[in-house]
């Protein structure tokens, strides 16, 4: 399986005024945080991409798999209806559940080993991120700005539990499962 994506918006988990009131820093003057908290912002927002194998924010990818006379589920979440699924450059017909993210190719002349392309937007809606990941992140970008060296080995082991375990109830599998 190979798969990019190209982001149809920038990756936001939050914005720096929510980030400011989170770390309690509402009046800002010095630059140096300013854009230290934009690193961090970004920092955060990939590290919950990854630690959920979701895109956070719209993106259109491209899956290119080998065909296996089976169902796939669509990677990355909140799956959107494909817009192209081609075999060899020729499109096929296909079904796809919104509810499963499922794609199941219907044309006959597709054979098992065939590589298929699939072209389709993934990721949540602007503010559509789920308050948990939110949260996570949250947590993430607090721990970050307090510890802004590396942690010993007793303060890695307390903080970032949380939203490890909150990232990963939010965890899907980042290869098309296949049924």
Known sequence: MFSKFE???PLRIMTKDYA???LNVIDFEDDGDDEYLDQLIATVGE???KGTNRLLNRAMVTLEYTYKGKAITLPYGEAQTPTSVQVDGEDVTFVFNDLSEQLSITDATVVTGDTVRVTYVA???LNGIPTPIVQAAM????NFYEHREDLVEVQLSAAPMRSREILASYRIPI???VL
């Open 7 to 9: 982001r149809l918006q």
């Open 175 to 177: 290869k098309p499962g």
């Open 20 to 22: 400011r009131y989170q």
């Open 47 to 49: 590290l919950s991409e």
């Open 139 to 142: 947590i993430m970008l607090a």
């Open 123 to 125: 990721g949540y809606a």
